[in-house]
């Protein structure tokens, strides 16, 4: 059974950065991918990026430039990396390992 725990997150200034953890345990050789979702107040939650089995990585064009997923293939773990925050990222990110293994969300709050 595939187990996610997330960490990271918090308050940041526009124009910082914050880094998102996910690992990963059980059934981690089943783990063919690792997405990044968040939700804003009021929103649908949205896809902001992937990473899968082949290192092939897709990010939304709003983030583009300013992510990065980040693999730990030894532990396994994978990373957000965030920078160049802006106010619109505010938002609760989830961490994904499809089809259905979901963290429990942290949230990421950039001041203006």
């Known amino acids: 059974q595939v187990q996610v725990a997330q960490s990271g997150g918090g308050l940041a200034q526009a124009g910082g950065s914050l880094r998102l953890s996910c690992a990963v345990s059980?059934?981690?050789?089943?783990?063919?991918?690792i997405g990044w979702y968040r939700q804003a107040p009021g929103k649908q939650r949205e896809l902001v990026a992937t990473?899968?089995?082949?290192?092939?990585?897709y990010y939304v064009d709003s983030v583009k430039g300013r992510f990065t997923i980040i693999r730990d293939r030894a532990k396994p773990t994978a990373y957000l990396q965030m920078n160049s925050l802006q106010p619109e990222d505010t938002a609760v990110y989830y961490c994904?390992?499809?089809?259905?293994?979901w963290g429990r969300g942290t949230q990421v709050t950039v001041s203006s």
């Open positions: 994904n390992i499809p089809p259905s293994h």
């Open positions: 059980g059934g981690t050789s089943t783990v063919r991918a």
């Open positions: 990473v899968n089995s082949g290192d092939d990585f």
